[in-house]
């Protein structure tokens, strides 16, 4: 199979964009070299939220149905994003904001970097311990990763519960 240099230069600049992404992640971490090491080494890394995104975990089903919305939207990015099997659970991460976060089935995870919340993070393309990036961080050479807007998000989530309750699921 040939393939073009489009299709490999395109592959190439995706792996750089995966590849600064997990660099800015690690750089919200005390010690950057030691979260690169952990996922080397196929081991979660614990990100201090509330620095340089604050994590928005919702129930799977809640989850999966606004990261569709959010999809729907073309101009509306979503990323990072986890799955915790573990918590059956969806984590989004924001830009820090002051959003409302309307329902109980919402939890804001922030803080800062001397904060005792964190994300427990896990390598790219790998499952640890139940955790797996639906959409992993993703970000231009030396540049902070691009979050899911708060507010697009407080939207789907809003749409998200709405379609599930016409469809008669319960949303959380």
Do not use: K
């Amino acid at each position: 199979m040939t393939v073009s240099p489009t299709t490999a230069g395109e592959r190439a600049a995706r792996s750089v964009g995966l590849v600064e992404g997990m660099r800015w992640l690690a750089g919200l971490t005390r010690r950057p070299d030691a979260a690169w090491s952990a996922w080397q080494a196929g081991r979660l890394v614990s990100v201090p939220a509330g620095e340089g995104f604050v994590a928005v975990r919702v129930s799977r089903q809640l989850g999966l149905a606004a990261h569709r919305i959010l999809q729907e939207e073309h101009q509306a990015f979503a990323g990072p994003v986890l799955r915790n099997h573990e918590l059956d659970s969806i984590e989004f991460f924001v830009a820090p904001s002051p959003a409302v976060w309307l329902g109980s089935e919402v939890l804001r995870l922030d803080g800062g970097r001397r904060s005792t919340t964190t994300v427990a993070c896990p390598p790219l393309g790998q499952r640890i311990d139940g955790r797996l990036w639906l959409i992993p961080p993703y970000a231009a050479p030396g540049a902070a990763a691009q979050c899911t807007d708060p507010h697009r998000l407080a939207r789907a989530l809003t749409l998200a519960r709405q379609r599930l309750h016409a469809a008669g699921y319960p949303a959380s």
